[in-house]
């Protein structure tokens, strides 16, 4: 699969005048030709739009780690039924309808991936960024996941065992990152600013207290 | 089938490259593929499993050539076309020259945020009980079907253990095709790395995936 660097060169760099790109113009086509044809509204097409560009993203994600972090019995809850535990703070529905969160621990680390497309917690993460759709990422998470890592940075001690999900079903996986030290105290939005959408696929850890405050 | 699309463990694709503060799209029309593609789904014509096989059924080179949204867009077009909602040269034009097809419905604004809560869940009643249960050694099959499939190869042969159960799920491999949801217990069954990668795999590893039981046979 091409990179995003392609995206960005036939996208952003010709969105005016004369130089349309042809993926551009072809999508321009289609979308014309279904209103046309009365099977799509517009006014549906932009609130689609805004809603994951806008509203659906990894701050849904950070609220549930958060509140795992803080409160013994929703991170039990959220461990054991975890569609429920989510649901209870408004989270759900398209590509999120089976939720599972895994936790990371001292000894255990959780990496999430789709091998064979691009299977993501929707509800809780948002839309998934170019690199967990890249085909570097796809074609290692499963055969050599501290090589994965260590492209994001993140080297964890050899004898931490690494468990990496790969998504083939309708099942969707959420890792709640470990709490990270020096956050007693705080409370569950600040903590929220620590939860790194990264952290939550497992490819990165949140971040620490002092790269906020 | 053996697509592309099926990467676990091909080599030559370099690093990961993550992107700082990466934006949700990078052009206006990855915006309205991903919204067309759902609005169309949402007419239902077809499955999400029949969208998943139309993304992925097309030449290794074609679709390592394209971009994410590129293939999508590419499966949204390839589905109107077969499903008779609009024609190749419609495409070209950009406009409609013949009548549309009735669809079951179509979305409007006001029932998205609705659509989207409800989303599509595939759990489904037991139609018969579950053959294995957590701890069970299961081998996944070796079968390469050229239909769509959620068993990636870098797994069939390899024996691992069953650690989750799921319940029974839609099928995709009969979905996909019109056969029917025939639901399917869906089982976590978890490999060592070692097993699925040899003896120079990192000790320390564990790879899963999700499979429905007709991908299992007991192992022993």
Same mark, same amino acid.
């Given at each position: 699969?091409?990179?995003?660097?392609?995206?960005?060169?036939?996208?952003?760099?010709?969105?005016?005048?004369?130089?349309?790109?042809?993926?551009?113009?072809?999508?321009?086509?289609?979308?014309?030709?279904?209103?046309?044809?009365?099977?799509?509204?517009?006014?549906?097409?932009?609130?689609?739009?805004?809603?994951?560009?806008?509203?659906?993203?990894?701050?849904?994600?950070?609220?549930?780690?958060?509140?795992?972090?803080?409160?013994?019995?929703?991170?039990?809850?959220?461990?054991?039924?975890?569609?429920?535990?989510?649901?209870?703070?408004?989270?759900?529905?398209?590509?999120?309808?089976?939720?599972?969160?895994?936790?990371?621990?001292?000894?255990?680390?959780?990496?999430?991936?789709?091998?064979?497309?691009?299977?993501?917690?929707?509800?809780?993460?948002?839309?998934?960024?170019?690199?967990?759709?890249?085909?570097?990422?796809?074609? @290692?998470?499963?055969?050599?996941?501290?090589?994965?890592?260590?492209?994001?940075?993140?080297?964890?001690?050899?004898?931490?065992?690494?468990?990496?999900?790969?998504?083939?079903?309708?099942?969707?996986?959420?890792?709640?990152?470990?709490?990270?030290?020096?956050?007693?105290?705080?409370?569950?939005?600040?903590?929220?600013?620590?939860?790194?959408?990264?952290?939550?696929?497992?490819?990165?850890?949140?971040? @620490?207290?002092?790269?906020?405050? | 089938?053996?697509?592309?699309? #099926? /990467?676990?463990?091909?080599?030559?694709?370099?690093?990961?490259?993550?992107?700082?503060?990466?934006?949700?799209?990078?052009?206006?029309?990855?915006?309205?593929?991903?919204?067309?593609?759902?609005? /169309?789904?949402?007419?239902?014509?077809?499955?999400?499993?029949?969208?998943?096989?139309?993304?992925?059924?097309?030449?290794?080179?074609?679709?390592?050539?394209?971009?994410?949204?590129?293939?999508?867009?590419?499966?949204?077009?390839?589905?109107?076309?077969?499903?008779?909602?609009?024609?190749?040269?419609?495409?070209?034009?950009?406009?409609?020259?013949?009548?549309?097809?009735?669809?079951?419905?179509?979305?409007?604004?006001? #029932?998205?945020?609705?659509?989207?809560?409800?989303?599509?869940?595939?759990?489904?009643?037991?139609?018969?009980?579950?053959?294995?249960?957590?701890?069970?050694?299961?081998?996944?099959?070796?079968?390469?079907?050229?239909?769509?499939?959620?068993?990636?190869?870098?797994?069939?042969?390899?024996?691992?253990?069953?650690?989750?159960?799921?319940?029974?799920?839609?099928?995709?491999?009969?979905?996909?095709?019109?056969?029917?949801?025939?639901?399917?217990?869906?089982?976590?069954?978890?490999?060592?790395?070692?097993?699925?990668?040899?003896?120079?795999?990192?000790?320390? /590893?564990?790879?899963?995936?999700?499979?429905?039981?007709?991908?299992?046979?007991?192992?022993?």
């Amino acid at each position: 699969m091409s990179r995003a660097g392609d995206d960005l060169h036939h996208g952003a760099d010709h969105e005016h005048g004369s130089e349309l790109s042809e993926t551009q113009l072809r999508v321009r086509a289609l979308e014309s030709l279904l209103v046309d044809k009365g099977y799509v509204d517009p006014a549906a097409l932009d609130v689609l739009i805004e809603t994951y560009e806008t509203k659906v993203g990894p701050h849904n994600g950070a609220r549930v780690v958060a509140k795992a972090w803080v409160d013994p019995g929703f991170r039990q809850w959220l461990l054991t039924d975890s569609g429920a535990a989510i649901a209870s703070l408004g989270y759900g529905g398209r590509q999120g309808e089976h939720l599972v969160a895994l936790e990371n621990t001292s000894s255990v680390h959780n990496l999430v991936v789709c091998t064979l497309c691009s299977c993501y917690p929707w509800p809780v993460l948002g839309l998934p960024p170019v690199w967990y759709k890249s085909a570097p990422y796809r074609s @290692r998470a499963v055969a050599d996941p501290r090589g994965v890592l260590h492209d994001f940075e993140v080297e964890l001690p050899a004898d931490t065992a690494i468990r990496v999900w790969d998504s083939t079903a309708e099942v969707r996986y959420l890792v709640v990152p470990m709490r990270p030290a020096g956050t007693d105290g705080w409370g569950e939005a600040e903590l929220a600013r620590l939860v790194t959408r990264d952290s939550m696929i497992g490819a990165g850890l949140p971040k @620490r207290p002092q790269d906020v405050r | 089938m053996n697509g592309a699309h #099926d /990467m676990g463990g091909v080599h030559g694709f370099g690093a990961v490259l993550p992107e700082p503060d990466e934006p949700v799209f990078h052009a206006d029309w990855e915006r309205r593929v991903l919204a067309l593609t759902l609005a /169309m789904g949402a007419t239902g014509q077809w499955t999400l499993d029949a969208a998943r096989f139309a993304r992925e059924n097309r030449p290794p080179a074609d679709y390592l050539s394209r971009s994410y949204y590129q293939i999508w867009l590419a499966g949204l077009q390839q589905l109107l076309v077969e499903r008779g909602l609009v024609a190749p040269d419609e495409l070209e034009a950009g406009r409609s020259l013949r009548s549309a097809k009735a669809v079951k419905r179509t979305l409007a604004a006001r #029932d998205t945020a609705g659509l989207l809560k409800r989303g599509g869940p595939t759990d489904r009643e037991a139609p018969r009980p579950a053959r294995f249960q957590v701890g069970d050694q299961v081998r996944a099959k070796n079968m390469h079907p050229v239909t769509h499939t959620r068993l990636p190869r870098y797994v069939r042969g390899h024996t691992g253990t069953i650690t989750r159960a799921h319940g029974c799920h839609v099928f995709p491999d009969s979905n996909a095709h019109g056969h029917g949801e025939d639901p399917q217990w869906l089982y976590t069954v978890s490999f060592q790395g070692r097993e699925l990668w040899g003896a120079a795999a990192d000790p320390a /590893m564990v790879a899963s995936v999700d499979a429905f039981e007709p991908y299992l046979e007991p192992a022993r």
